[in-house]
């Protein structure tokens, strides 16, 4: 089955930094990959993503403070957050859009969740 395998995530302090890093295994034909984030009591938002084109997005809140990088070779997505402030808090998660290699349509899967905590 196709997993994503999220980490990097930690308690750091307001304007300090984190990597977070992604595996995935058993899919391949990956489109985009692409970390989101939920906050508590908050809906899951996009934070950034990035296609196998190279092409990358960012939300607005992130946007000059976070960059994301892909090793497409390796089925890997990296999220290096630099300046996070406290409102960064969240559980962050991978996602990439492929096809498993078991079969079936390409569709979205996401990973666990690591937990990214920043105190003021």
């Known amino acids: 089955q196709v997993q994503l395998v999220e980490s990097g995530g930690g308690l750091v302090q307001a304007g300090g930094s984190l990597r977070l890093s992604c595996a995935a295994s058993?899919?391949?034909?990956?489109?985009?990959m692409g970390w989101y984030r939920q906050a508590p009591g908050k809906q899951r938002e996009l934070v950034a993503t990035h296609t196998s084109g190279g092409s990358t997005g960012y939300a607005d809140s992130v946007k000059g403070r976070f960059t994301i990088t892909r090793d497409n070779a390796k089925n890997m997505v990296f999220l290096k957050m630099n300046s996070l402030k406290p409102e960064d808090t969240a559980v962050y998660y991978c996602?990439?859009?492929?096809?498993?290699?078991?079969?079936?349509?390409?569709?979205?899967?996401w990973g666990q969740g690591t937990q990214v905590t920043v105190s003021s």
């Open positions: 058993n899919i391949f034909n990956i489109n985009v």
């Open positions: 996602n990439a859009y492929g096809s498993a290699t078991t079969g079936g349509a390409r569709r979205g899967y």
